[in-house]
């Protein structure tokens, strides 16, 4: 089926199922020619989590056990991806024939920061990208969201902290902590894999439509202290919102 502008009008994104994928918007960036594309996605499932990855013939006894246990939710939630595209590219991949970015009509929003910035709502249910711009080839692959789990701390985390004008070592890295650091659930402690400050790196990547399960990288949690009942007991994670793009 097609790109159809939006086809996800009225879904909530907060509650979106196993396997559905919303393009929502365009942001956006510094360049003129660059945007950062934002994708939703429903139910990815922690690996590194016994109740979550559930050979053949067995079944979740969290989902069994709390089932109908006030504040208890079994699902994945959501996941939310950002990357940078060129516009030209972004129009090839969607091939939506009264698609022009560069012409059509940005809105102003505010980030949590408070910074203005500009969005194109796309609201595409389940993209695909029928165009391949790297190979100059059609195509038929599905967008996704792909999920990185790291300890390092990127170069571009470090760009952010100096465009905060945090210069010094210990305060950027202190800064990062606070701004990216995988926590349980919102103002909840930040986690940690073998002593170690989490991050969770989440990108817009392609699949053929047959593959069902993205290979995502999870750390496994060190133990954390127990989290109010009324977060999500299987990943103990909220939906993430829009924040500062890196660019």
Known sequence: MANQLNSAQGIDLKALKT?????????KTSNPDIVSVELYEGGIVNTTRGTSANAEGQYDGLGMMMSGYKGFSNTSGVTVAWQNSTIANV?????????????????????KNGRAKEMLNLNILNPIA?????????????????????????????????KQNIFDEDDQIQAIVGKFAKTAGPDGDVIRYNGEVVYR??????????????????????A????????????????????????
């Open 91 to 111: 129009e090839l991949m969607l091939g939506i024939d009264d698609l022009d970015i560069d012409n059509s009509i940005w809105e102003e929003f505010q980030t």
């Open 19 to 27: 396997g559905q994928v919303v393009l929502t918007r365009l942001i």
């Open 201 to 222: 790196d989440v990108k817009v990547s392609f699949c053929d439509p047959s593959v069902e399960t993205m290979n995502h990288t999870f750390l496994k949690s060190d």
């Open 130 to 162: 029928v165009y391949n711009p790297y190979s100059n080839e059609e195509c038929n692959i599905r967008f996704r969201a792909v999920i990185v789990e790291v300890t390092a701390i990127t170069k571009d985390k470090f760009k952010w902290a100096e």
């Open 224 to 247: 954390i202290a127990p989290i109010n009942d009324t977060v999500n007991v299987e990943t103990g994670e909220l939906v993430g919102e829009y924040s500062e793009d890196l660019d």
